[in-house]
């Protein structure tokens, strides 16, 4: 028996595109605009046109943007309550109207109405329910932020209104005001939303929708009047923005690419694992950011997995995506099948084994057939690129081990799944793939109470639960940022105290991999205190010695596995040491710095030391309950090897505030202490020795900030880099030049910061900055 045809109707869908003519202006300051200049929005199921759209121009985004400036004082002063009540109605009206927002998606991207109308429709309204619970709690749960201001918001074809949904929900929740851009092969469920704002009472300016290519997303990233950017798209654009605002102090986060592995041990349930792969790989025609395109299966099942995927892929059924029992849609337009079948042609030139379902796509439209690739090698061009498409390379392994050392082997990091009956494998497994979410037994779950975002190239920050709000939220403390680094009150230094106790060897050597070592250029540069006389000399660090660093602290990956109470121990025991020699530090800091009170500098580093010594077993995740029978664990990890460029002023504390939370959450760091006065760091290394620091977890360069900065921002090997040292176009440089390898940045611009201020100088964000968040998805039962 086959199944018949169930097509879904497009009555109302048609009807609404009728009532605008065919012909859609710009949504700005809750009124329409006549669009001058538009575009055919094409339905790719048969390449047919839906609607015209317009090209915004820079004039419309300035208007935008001016809308959002003006609105967004009054969305604010409408408080948590105000603003939750708003976000409610949009939930509801899109529940109400979700059969006509899943039909328009369908037509405008051709993915199946069975996925928008019971994935993408769901999903979005949940998205707005949660987060109206953010705003009403907002008073309570971060009374200690403000709205980050403006924000723009550009996103991607694939999952046009739940993206959407991802992205305004948190923004309004936290008291911003938007200017929106979808993608200009799907706008018109954007548009569609702006008459649901207008319902719900979203005031004027609030939401602003621009429409237009990739000329409008850049005039949105260097316009001004931004304060923050969140971007889900492709790393090569994301890696654009980043570039296009190093330096602008506006804050971004960036949902890129990804080449997620599925690993199948052979202990799974192999038909549960072949459903999860159908859902994984061959949702939304593989046009997932997350999706499972890697298929990692243990040799000794490795035959049997395939023959029954192969089954699999037989039985589903390709077409016309308004018909309810299809499984496979169209592509969203002509250019992507033209790539996928680019990749899957070379990948067949190479020699690899193309396999794909007897069936036939339709003949009119953008279509692409379920395709498994066999025989490729682990660098193809297949096994490292997103394809974007359902395509789906195959691969096995021997051990757990080589499963986990396959599963990183990729410049991305989303996502990935695991598949094994022992609970014990699988939480074994989770947290060693580098990547932001891991599903054990499932794939994509999603979920507003979930936090979803990647590692590496994948990009930073998340989206959902409380850690997608910080990303709309701004610090009170920023606000209370000295505008220049503070200088500290200087006394007058007796000749006779500069470098007193120091006197015997007068040459600081580097610090690397709990050594000692000689500068591999073997200069130095001389160290003068605060009266002008010779205090020391320091090696002159470089790009060797960087590399030498970065190579000790990988060596060190045991830090990271630490047990938190273990890294609190050795941060108090730094302390510790540090008190016994107080006074040596002090009267190195008065050398140094001519400060009138250094005792008050070393209390309050031994202090900090306390401070983030605290913080190391407490700073737990969550146990989420999303709705499915299971729970999602959120993980605070280590972001991995961290390079910290530290302040000038008070180089003690100032080193100490930076490097010790970096240490507490077990990441390793290579920190680049004060270049004008960096011997309290040269003088901490016999401090370090005694305090069972294991070698390469804290490794310390001196030299120029600027030229070592440098090469820590382009080294490949770096997750991190911290630069807070008030030099502007310094900070700038590091977020300019980290894009390459989308490292997460944490600069403070040319502004100061109190490091005696715990407000400036601790708290959360720190701890933020010095983690990322893995959410393992456990579902359970029988
Ligand atoms: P894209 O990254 O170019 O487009 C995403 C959004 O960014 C669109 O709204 C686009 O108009 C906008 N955009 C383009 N250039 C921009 C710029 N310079 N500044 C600001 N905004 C800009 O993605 P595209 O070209 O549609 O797809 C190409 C490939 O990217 C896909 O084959 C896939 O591999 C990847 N991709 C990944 C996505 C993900 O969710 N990870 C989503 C979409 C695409």
Known sequence: MDYGPAPESTKEAQAWLDQHGRRFGLFIDNAWTEGAETFASNNPADGSELAQVTQATSDDVNRAVEAARRAQPGWVAMGGHGRAKVMYSIARLLQKHSR????????????????????????????????????????????????????????????????????????????????????????????????????????????????????????????????????????????????ATAGSG????????????????????????????????????????????????????????????????????????????????ALVDPVQQQRIH??????????????????????????????????????????????????????????????????????????????????????????QIKAGVVWINTANQFDAACGFGGYKESGFGREGGKEGMYEYLTPLSEDARPSAPIVAEKGKVKASDAGSPFAVDRTAKLYIGGKQARPDGAYSRAINGANGAFLADVGEGNRKDIRNAVEAAHKAAGWSKATAHNRAQVLYYIAENLAIRAEEFAARLAAMTGVRDPQREVAASIERLFYWAAWCDKYDGAAHQPPMH???????????????????????????????????????????????????????????DTSDLPGGALNIVTGSADELARTLATHGDIDAVWRHDGSAEGCAEVERLSSETLKRTWVGGGKGRDWFDAKQACGRTVLQHASQVKNVWIPYGV
Not at 640 to 651: A, S
């Open 250 to 329: 506006k804050k971004l986060s960036l949902e890129l690419g990804g080449k997620s592995p599925f690993i199948v041990f052979d202990d799974a349930d192999l038909d549960a694992a072949v459903e999860g792969l159908v859902d994984s790989i061959w949702f939304n025609q593989g046009q997932v950011c997350c999706a499972g395109s890697r298929l990692l299966v243990q040799e000794s099942v490795y035959d049997r997995f395939i023959a029954k995927v192969k089954v699999r892929m037989q039985n589903l059924r390709v077409g016309s995506p308004l018909d309810k029992s299809n499984d496979i849609g």
């Open 342 to 431: 680019g990749l899957v042609e070379a990948a067949r030139a190479e020699g690899c084994e193309i396999w794909q379902p007897s069936c036939e796509a339709p003949v009119a439209g953008s279509w692409y057939l379920p395709t498994l690739i066999t025989g490729a090698s682990t660098s193809a061009a297949v096994a490292q690129t997103e394809i974007f498409g359902p395509v789906l390379v195959a691969m096995s392994f021997r051990t757990p081990g080589e499963a986990v050392q396959l599963a990183n082997n990729t410049v991305y990091g989303l996502a990935a799944c695991v598949w094994s009956e022992s609970i014990s494998l699988a939480l074994d497994v989770a947290p």
């Open 100 to 243: 006509l927002f899943a039909v328009l998606e369908t037509l405008d991207n051709g993915k199946t109405i069975r996925e928008t109308r019971d994935a993408d429709l769901p999903l979005a309204a949940r998205h707005f329910y949660h987060h109206a619970g953010w705003a009403q709690l907002q008073s309570e749960e971060f009374a200690d932020y403000r709205a980050v201001g403006v924000v723009g918001q550009i996103v991607p074809w694939n999952f046009p209104v739940l993206m959407l949904a991802w992205k305004i929900a948190p923004a309004l929740a936290a008291g911003n005001t938007i200017v929106f851009k979808p993608a200009e092969y799907t706008s018109l469920t954007a548009l569609l939303f702006a008459e649901i704002c207008q319902q719900a009472g979203v005031p004027a300016g609030v939401v602003n929708i621009v429409t237009g290519d990739g000329r409008v997303g850049e005039a949105i990233v260097n316009h001004p009047g931004i304060d923050k950017l969140a971007f889900t798209g492709s790393t090569e654009v994301g890696r654009i923005i980043r570039k």
């Open 630 to 688: 299971g729970i999602t664990v959120a993980l605070n990890e280590p972001v991995g090897v961290i390079g910290v460029i530290c302040p000038n002023e008070n180089p003690l504390l100032g080193f100490i505030s930076l490097v010790a939370p970096a240490l507490a959450l077990g990441n390793r760091v290579v920190a680049v202490p004060s270049e004008a006065y960096p011997l309290s760091a040269t003088d901490l290394y016999q401090v370090l």
